[in-house]
């Protein structure tokens, strides 16, 4: 018997989060220049950081002796959002907030809801918790949110939903939501994890406000890892009734967003400027990639984010030689997506790189 043998057996049973390969992994193992490698693998801002953002940052750095102090950034997104502060809850990185959720929400005896090819994250926390696992088959990839509605016990206290969802990138008209919480149980928790909501056209964003004053069971997530560029920051929220915030501020650390975090996301989220190139960028290079998947003869899911999936032969081999040609994207065979591989939009000068890349690889297997 090892002190393994005596592990939560729930906890045993978790395979880990796989992350996109760090560029510096990529360069050690298959001796490849930094300057040459190019990252399309983790939904990352191409653009990097704003100037902005760097600047406050630094002369935030002599402060670091502190604990931080959250309530400036709370108040600030409360504002923007439109509710009252005691309905914002900070995480380091929306990942955290989907943790307390769990660990507010779940645990052995109780169940949640998501659908297959969901965020790998649902499964995981869930499993952590102890609680069961209710995976919904997909429909085109994305949630079918008649089945989900339909596969909700009397032991469910959560559902996840991802819109756009990732790695499919697959997004819900808000009207389907909609009359999904309408339907859901009032003791069910509804968590909708719009991580890349700000890549949507501006006319398909809804006001989550009001939602949430309607229905106290909704969590809205949001980061600003994607287009807000902090992914290294670890910084993201969610918006949900006073009730609901107040469970969540009693499973979080107290000091879980560091103070380098918070003077970001005050500086980011002003920088409209930076947010508009980012979400312009993203738009051109969409439109640019999926054409050269069509013309490459390649089945690709229409994509709500910054990124897109699209389905080659031989995915894990087509991924090798991409990594040979210095071009890291994202293969999701641990989704039960063995066939597809997703890449993040980057730069035109990326996203040039690894149609090139890709064009080369496909040609050679031939
Ligand atoms: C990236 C992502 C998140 C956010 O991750 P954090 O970096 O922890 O904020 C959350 N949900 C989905 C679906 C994502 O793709």
């Not at 991580?195 to 229905?215: G, H, K, S, T």
Request: hydrophobic share 50%.
């Amino acid at each position: 018997m090892s002190i393994a043998d005596f592990a939560l057996p729930y906890v045993r049973a978790i395979s880990p989060y796989q992350p996109g390969k760090p560029v510096t992994e990529l360069a050690r193992e298959m001796n490849i220049p930094l300057e040459r490698i190019v990252k399309l693998a983790s939904n990352e801002n191409p653009l990097g950081t704003s100037p902005r953002v760097q600047a406050a940052v630094a002369a935030a750095l002599s402060g670091v002796a502190r604990y931080p102090d959250q309530y400036e950034l709370i108040d600030k997104l409360a504002t923007r959002s439109g509710v009252a502060a005691g309905q914002v809850v900070l995480g380091n990185g929306s990942n955290d907030v989907l943790e307390m959720v769990a660990r507010v929400f779940l645990a052995p005896g109780r169940s949640a809801v998501f659908s297959q090819y969901a965020f790998a994250v649902y499964p995981l926390a869930t499993q952590a918790s102890g609680a069961e696992s209710i995976q919904v088959p997909a429909l085109d990839y994305g949630h079918d949110l008649a089945e989900m509605l339909a596969a909700i016990r009397p032991d469910t206290r959560v559902v996840w939903i991802a819109n756009p969802n990732n790695p499919t990138g697959n997004f819900l008209p808000y009207a389907d939501i909609r009359a999904f919480l309408e339907n859901v149980p009032a003791d069910v928790l509804v968590v909708l994890d719009e991580a890349y909501n700000d890549y949507l056209p501006p006319a398909a964003r809804v006001d989550m406000a009001a939602w949430i004053a309607e229905f106290p069971n909704l969590v809205v997530c949001r980061t600003l890892s994607k287009i807000y560029g902090l992914a290294g920051l670890r910084i993201g929220y969610a918006l949900a009734a006073p009730a609901v915030v107040d469970l969540l501020n009693r499973v979080r650390q107290p000091f879980n967003v560091n103070n380098l975090a918070l003077v970001a996301a005050m500086a980011a989220l002003d920088d409209e400027d930076f947010l508009q190139a980012s979400y312009e960028l993203n738009r051109t290079g969409m439109a640019d990639i999926v054409n050269a998947l069509g013309r490459l003869g390649l089945q690709h899911i229409p994509s709500g984010g910054n990124f897109v999936a699209f389905r080659v032969r031989d995915a894990a081999v087509v991924n090798q030689k991409l990594l040979a040609e210095g071009v890291i994207v994202r293969p999701i065979a641990g989704y039960g997506l063995p066939d597809w591989l997703r890449v993040t939009i980057g730069t035109a000068q990326e996203n040039a790189r690894f149609i090139e890349a890709l064009e080369r690889v496909l040609a050679g297997a031939q």
